[in-house]
Nanobody, 126 residues
Framework: VQLQAFGGGLVQAGGSLRLSCAAS????????MGWFRQGPGKEREFVAG????????YYNDDVKGRFTVSRDNAKKTLYVQMNSLKPEDTALYYC????????????????????WGQGTLVTVSS
């Protein structure tokens, strides 16, 4: 398994969760990483991403200011800290990775990512 996401669960609106994604990729710093989600009856959408170097992060407008994406290249792990959760954040969350020639490449589209984790469910109750 190259990507394994975990940390989902049930949380009340306004609460927080941190998702993690453990990767078995090398060299990890050459993989742009992202989080996507797919809510009930919805298409999979980009949530947040981070370049291989870790110094550039980017977000879906719906989560900007509430979610923070980060990575630890030494631990080969991707994170997303989700605060002020809303019921509409309820979804299956996936981590994704794609090899890039530069450590500063941003990738925001579903088709831009070649590797996917199995998803972890986040449920936000009102």
């Amino acid at each position: 398994v190259q990507l394994q996401a975990f940390g989902g669960g049930l949380v009340q609106a306004g609460g927080s969760l941190r998702l993690s994604c453990a990767a078995s990729l090398h060299p990890f710093s050459h993989y742009a990483m992202g989080w996507f989600r797919q809510g009930p009856g919805k298409e999979r959408e980009f949530v947040a991403g981070v370049t291989g170097s870790g110094d550039i992060t980017y977000y879906n407008d719906d989560v900007k200011g509430r979610f923070t994406v980060s990575r630890d290249n030494a631990k080969k792990t991707l994170y997303v800290q989700m605060n002020s959760l809303k019921p509409e954040d309820t979804a299956l969350y996936y981590c994704a990775a794609t090899f890039t020639s530069s450590t500063r490449v941003r990738v925001t589209t579903t088709g831009g990512y070649k590797l996917w984790g199995q998803g972890t469910l986040v449920t936000v109750s009102s």
